[in-house]
């Protein structure tokens, strides 16, 4: 066992929405998995594949479900795991999450020497960071 990350969850009170957020920032692919004998709304589930069935890029896959409690409230702090996503332009990925209705946590800022970084709220309050690394930022 290597104790590495290997699924991920994203709640939303709306997942056909927030899989269409999901789509048009990060172009994953996202369907739903059909479990039988599940009829109920709040047992559906999403699959959420974030490369290629094949792909040998390195990363993880997850699923999107119905959110069982109370929504994150605008300005509380994360409490929870935050996934941040590998870009190759961070700029270029900042205008789809804004354009697809999402809002920044907090601002692009140079990790000098490594990389660009910021955080982004998604539709259903949820926080994840964009990561492009420059090795030139500061």
């Known amino acids: 066992m290597n104790n590495r990350v290997v699924h991920f969850e994203i709640h939303a009170a709306d997942p056909e929405r927030a899989a269409a957020f999901y789509r048009d920032v990060f172009g994953w692919e996202i369907g739903e998995w059909?479990?039988?004998?599940?009829?109920?709304d709040e047992n559906r589930y999403w699959f959420v594949?974030?490369?290629p069935k094949d792909s040998k890029e390195p990363g993880v896959?997850?699923?999107?479900?119905?959110?069982?409690?109370a929504a994150p409230t605008p300005g509380q702090g994360v409490?929870?795991?935050?996934?941040t996503v590998q870009v190759e332009n961070f700029d270029e990925t900042a205008k789809k999450v804004l354009a697809a209705g999402g809002t920044v946590a907090l601002?692009?800022?140079a990790i000098a020497g490594m990389a660009w970084q910021g955080y982004f709220i998604d539709l259903d309050?949820?926080?994840?960071?964009?990561?492009?690394?420059?090795?030139n930022a500061k």
């Open 34 to 40: 059909k479990m039988p004998g599940v009829m109920k």
């Open 49 to 51: 594949m974030t490369a």
């Open 61 to 69: 896959n997850g699923g999107l479900l119905f959110r069982r409690g």
């Open 79 to 83: 409490n929870a795991f935050v996934c």
């Open 107 to 109: 601002p692009k800022m």
């Open 125 to 135: 309050g949820n926080i994840f960071g964009v990561h492009q690394p420059d090795p």
